[in-house]
């Protein structure tokens, strides 16, 4: 059998294709601005332009949250359309060199966390402590605290700590600043406490759960 006029079929990837100058648009809306281009009726071109902004418009909803969305869409397809587009539009064409800008850089503020497992608040509050008079209004306030920090630690440490580790916590993260009184004491933990990371929950015991025999099989619970 002549298979020489059989056409064979080639799997075309998008790696092989033009680049997407706004890939968020999908390639579509990139056809339709190259189609756009080639229009030579100004006013069909300018109709069909408008079109496109509210496809973009659909394909972009979060764009709404922007004061003038509007002006970023007509700045999107010229970017789509290369900067190589003759429109009436209801704002100026944006420049090259403006686009092409990189993001300001966000400054991160506060200083590095000393221990993750606390958090950035627990420090914050350390250095609240620190600002305060000695007193038992102080001492108060670091024992209840110190009652917290224990409940951090054995959230991503399952196993029992000492009253002294976390005493000991305190004063390192407020660098020496805060001393706690000798004698304080923390309240017991229940032995049937249990504490979870966030975004995890244990797995609860209702009533109305089933309940295993001695043989394994389940057991329906009698309201």
Not at 34 to 54: G, P, S, V
Not at 76 to 92: E, K, R, T
Not at 183 to 190: E, N
Request: charged content about 30%.
């Amino acid at each position: 059998m002549d298979n020489s006029n059989i056409d064979t079929c080639k799997l075309l990837y998008n790696t092989e294709r033009v680049r997407l100058y706004i890939p968020e648009y999908g390639r579509n809306v990139q056809k339709m601005v190259d189609y756009l281009k080639t229009i030579e009726d100004r006013d069909k071109r300018n109709e069909q332009a408008k079109a496109i902004i509210n496809v973009m418009e659909i394909l972009n909803p979060d764009v709404h949250l922007q004061d003038n969305y509007e002006q970023t869409l007509w700045d999107h397809l010229y970017v789509i359309a290369g900067f190589d587009l003759d429109v009436d539009s209801p704002y100026p064409m944006p420049e090259i060199e403006t686009m092409n800008q990189a993001p300001r850089l966000i400054p991160y503020k506060g200083k590095p966390i000393k221990a993750t497992h606390y958090g950035r608040n627990i420090e914050s509050i350390i250095d609240l402590i620190a600002e305060h008079e000695e007193g038992e209004v102080k001492t108060s306030m670091i024992r209840s605290l110190a009652i917290y920090m224990r409940q951090q630690y054995l959230i991503w440490n399952k196993e029992t700590v000492a009253d002294e580790t976390i005493f000991q916590d305190i004063e390192k993260l407020s660098d020496g600043r805060v001393k706690v009184p000798e004698g304080i004491q923390l309240t017991r933990i229940d032995s049937g406490a249990s504490f979870s990371r966030p975004g995890f929950s244990a797995p609860k015991n209702g009533k109305n759960q089933p309940q295993r025999h001695k043989n394994g099989k389940m057991k329906k619970q009698h309201k």
